[in-house]
């Protein structure tokens, strides 16, 4: 896009200063990012994003989830006498005209968001920064139990493993872009085990397990760490909503944990690291411990298995469909990430007994 239209953008937003310049800006795979620059050395500079309203049909809920949580979030800081609120919870911009907090032309949705400077995203983690992400999630559970609102679903049944198999097989059935000859052994490898990896969904229907206010999206790329590897602020809150405590661990883990990145073709450097597992349940368990039940605690190697299971499902199904969701750099692209989280997944069920006897441990 061109930076006068990336401009005419920003200047809907009351902003403080000029803009000097407009850049691309991280590695999300679903919305676009920019930094917006300012001239003035008194102002600071913007993160600009435009929300993809394919994937997140209810933009204006999902702006409502995010003030709610991020005034919440504030709110627990400033009564705690914490210094640096702006560097530690995410500040979005209202319009000039009007109180919302992102403009429309009808069919695009732009937010924009105060820039954080010298914060630090990474793509991996070492033990340290690990268990400061534990303990960061577990808090940012523990600190949004009590928010008074109740939030919206942006993406209904978004970690919802039965529903993620129903598209599997659905794009299966259709064979869209005729892949599914090609991948068969995945196809076959995923229903060997789609019974036991739905047992969260059973067990929330038994009243086994609650849902709670979760980040849903806790990939090592959507937080700030500072200069200390300490947690500064957790960011892309677009799918914060109620689920199950498992996504939060079990997501973190599938990025954080894998010894590559999730599009590694060369298989063999993939695996679950039983290092970043230990320091990051170690901080998990030191934060929310105190909210947990005790079937939650004993499903965090499940929850360990799952998410790689389910990102494998959802990779693999928008191959299958000819890529329609994820952004792509080549044609294999999702392919790759399939194989890299089906290899993860039998690192982790190889580690389960591992896993299992370290929180036992941990508890004691
Ligand atoms: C997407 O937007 P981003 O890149 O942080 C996706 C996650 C996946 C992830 C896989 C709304 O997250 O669920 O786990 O890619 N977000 C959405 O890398 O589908
Ligand atoms: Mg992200």
Redesign the pocket.
């Known amino acids: 896009m061109e930076q006068e239209q990336l401009k005419q953008i920003v200047a809907q937003f009351d902003i403080c200063g000029t803009v000097s310049e407009i850049k691309p800006l991280g590695?999300?795979?679903?919305?676009d990012t920019f930094r917006v620059n300012t001239a003035e050395a008194k102002c600071p500079d913007y993160v600009l994003q435009r929300v993809n309203n394919n994937?997140?049909p209810n933009v204006e809920m999902l702006m409502d989830n995010i003030l709610a949580v991020t005034t919440h979030l504030r709110g627990k800081l400033e009564a705690a006498g914490a210094k640096d609120i702006d560097r530690k919870v995410l500040r979005y911009v209202k319009l000039k005209d009007g109180d919302k907090y992102y403009w429309t032309d009808g069919s695009q949705y732009w937010r924009i968001m105060v820039f954080i400077p010298n914060a630090i995203t990474k793509q991996a983690v070492n033990p340290e920064s690990a268990e400061a992400a534990g303990r960061a999630f577990g808090k940012f559970q523990a600190d949004l139990a009590d928010i008074p609102v109740q939030l919206g679903e942006t993406?209904v049944d978004?970690h919802n493993m039965e529903f993620r198999l129903r598209q599997l097989r659905e794009a299966v059935a259709a064979d869209a872009a005729g892949r599914v000859k090609e991948v068969q052994f995945y196809i076959d490898e995923i229903e060997k085990r789609a019974d036991e990896m739905c047992k969260a969904e059973r067990m929330g229907r038994e009243g086994k397990l609650p849902k709670r206010i979760c980040h849903?999206?806790t990939?090592v790329?959507?937080m700030m760490f500072d200069q200390n590897d300490e947690v500064l602020c957790v960011i892309?809150l677009?799918?914060v909503m109620p689920n199950f405590i498992f996504s939060d661990y079990g997501?973190f883990l599938?990025?954080g944990a894998n010894t590559a990145e999730?599009d590694e073709p060369n298989l063999t450097k993939v695996s679950f690291s039983m290092n970043i597992f230990r320091a990051f349940t170690r901080g998990y368990l030191a934060s929310a411990s105190v909210f947990l039940t005790p079937a939650e605690v004993e499903n965090l190697p499940y929850a360990a298995a799952l998410f790689p299971y389910m990102?494998c499902v959802?990779f693999l199904a928008d191959y299958i469909n000819g890529d329609t969701?994820?952004k792509i750099q080549y044609p294999e692209h999702n392919l790759v990430r399939t194989k890299n989280q089906f290899k993860l997944l039998q690192s982790v069920e190889e580690n389960t007994p591992a896993m299992k006897a370290f929180i036992a441990d941990c508890l004691k």
């Open positions: 590695a999300g795979l679903i919305n994937i997140f993406i978004f849903c999206d990939k790329n959507n892309d677009d799918t997501d599938r990025t999730e990102q959802r969701y994820y």
